[in-house]
């Protein structure tokens, strides 16, 4: 029933939008869609845990970009300026969901008249923590991307293979499941890209430090540029091709 109602809303995005087919204006600004859980969220307080996106702005500011961060969320925090811009705090981050938590609510995330050229994924780590398995988290992110490449079918999407918690908090079997996921991710990026779709899996486990974690999960201030940074990698080399 999932599949059939999401189904339906991306028919009636295809048909509400076919009154712009003669429109061939190129897209000169990419519409970037931050999405997940409560890493891509970060804190009601600079004091607290960060999101990657402030770096990941910062990023794009610094390399010439044109670009419009979108989702249904807003920061309600001000960041420091960058270049005498204001930090764009449009973002699709959610504490405390999962994967599922975003296929359910999909419909409610993306906006039909603003759909994302972009999107950075990151999800499943409330997953393993209510032992959801691996190949579960999988399949709803396979999920997640059709429903993205079904709305823009020449959408760029960055996959999170996800950092691990702090190393105290992690058991043995905790780090074969976190590495099970995102092998799963490997995968199903290559699988999931297209001719016209590129999915890329970007790596934040490895070479990963306790001291890029403000608590058990999430980010400090050089975690969250970390991230940023990754991100910002795998998304240039993208574009660069």
Same mark, same amino acid.
């Given at each position: 029933? !999932? !599949?059939? %109602? ?11 939008? $076919?009154?712009?087919?003669?429109? @061939? ?35 794009? &500011?610094?390399?010439?970009?044109? %670009? ?31 994967? $599922? ?45 059709? %429903? ?5 079918? @020449?959408?760029?999407?960055?996959? @999170?293979?996800?950092?691990?918690? !702090?190393?105290?908090?992690? $058991?043995?079997?905790?780090? @074969? ?47 969250? !540029? &970390? &991230? ?14």
């Amino acid at each position: 029933m !999932k !599949k059939v %109602f999401l189904y339906t809303f991306l028919l009636l995005i295809a048909v509400s939008c $076919s009154s712009d087919d003669s429109t @061939e204006n190129p897209i000169i600004t990419y519409k970037i869609m931050a999405m997940g859980d409560s890493r891509v969220d970060g804190s009601s307080s600079l004091q607290g845990h960060r999101s990657y996106r402030y770096d990941f702005w910062k990023n794009l &500011v610094d390399n010439g970009w044109s %670009f419009n961060l979108i989702g249904p969320e807003t920061d309600l925090i001000s960041y420091p300026s960058h270049q005498n811009l204001v930090f764009d705090p449009d973002h699709a981050g959610f504490g405390g969901w999962r994967s $599922s938590t975003l296929l359910d609510n999909f419909t409610s995330i993306i906006d039909p008249l603003n759909i994302p050229d972009i999107v950075l994924l990151g999800i499943g780590g409330n997953d393993l923590t209510g032992g959801v398995t691996p190949d579960q988290v999988a399949e709803n992110i396979n999920l997640i991307i059709d %429903f993205l490449q079904a709305l823009n079918s @020449e959408i760029i999407i960055v996959v @999170e293979q996800i950092a691990p918690a !702090k190393s105290d908090a992690m $058991s043995s079997r905790d780090w @074969e499941i976190l590495g099970e996921l995102n092998s799963n991710i490997s995968v199903l990026a290559n699988a999931q890209a297209t001719g016209l779709s590129t999915v890329v899996a970007v790596d934040m486990a490895s070479g990963w430090s306790d001291s890029y974690l403000l608590d058990r999960v999430h980010y400090t201030a050089e975690g969250a !540029k &970390v &991230v940023a940074d990754r991100y910002y990698s795998a998304l240039a080399s993208v574009l660069n091709q």
